[in-house]
């Protein structure tokens, strides 16, 4: 049988969830000092203590790089309150662009920046996406699952929880009180979404919800799921959703 993966425990008090890092992380001394090296003079400093893949890249890119690694989650809009300029963030943006350490993605009206394979190199950090179907997936299912262990519904929340006995898992699994399993799918197309669902089908999962970054493709995969001649019982378990209403739903709960 396949090890339970770990769930996320529930926070003790709430945070801004733009705020809360990944896990707690602590800048070792070393690439803290790298942070700041922008304003340094020493040029053999900098050489000892920057990665090769940032020597030359400007102070504020620096800045940018490490606030996407401690605040994963956050959106672009808010990193530009954070760190200041918008102008100069925005400039920072595209030199990570075009250097290979950040892209951008989009949840509905909502930007965020992610760190490449490269990017997490040149941090000295190591890449945290084990399945890495595209970047854009892999952050999106670690976001559904920062979302949903702060919602209070859930007991405990899991990523790639195994589902069946041929290894199948759910992107992200979630235990109500009442001991009911719901499985999320994190869907960027409508490609392979009526085979996600139907994974689904003799399991004791009571909910599966399929999860799209906008409303358009969100309605999309809904078309798909209803015209593929599923089950009734599979098609009443299923549920659409798009990450905006997820967003929505936790700042109105917590009124930030």
Partial sequence: ??????????????????????????????????????????????????????????????????DTLVY??????????????????????????????????????????????????????????????SLQHSFRVKLLQFLLSQDPSYKKVFIEYPINQK??????????HDSGKEGWEVTISTTNVITNLLKYEKTSFVKVVLIAPDYRLKEAIKSTILGAGLSSDLLARAEFRHFSQLLHRQRKLYRY
């Fill in 167 to 176: 290894g199948a898992t759910a992107d992200v699994a979630t235990l109500r």
């Fill in 72 to 133: 994963p989650f956050s959106s672009f809009s808010v990193r530009v309150k954070r760190l200041g300029s918008a102008r100069a963030v925005e400039q920072a943006k595209r030199e990570g662009y075009e250097k290979g350490l950040i892209i951008e993605t989009t949840n509905g009206q909502t930007t965020y920046i992610l760190l490449t394979e490269k990017g997490f190199e040149a941090l000295n950090t190591p890449y945290p996406y084990k399945r890495d179907v």
């Fill in 1 to 66: 049988m396949s090890q339970i993966p770990k769930s996320i425990e529930k926070p003790k008090k709430w945070h801004s969830l733009s705020e809360i890092p990944e896990r707690d992380r602590e800048i070792p001394a070393q690439n803290e000092a790298a942070v700041n090296v922008g304003n340094s003079t020493n040029q053999s400093t900098k050489q000892s203590i920057i990665h090769p893949l940032l020597v030359g890249v400007s102070p504020v890119l620096m800045k940018l790089l490490w």
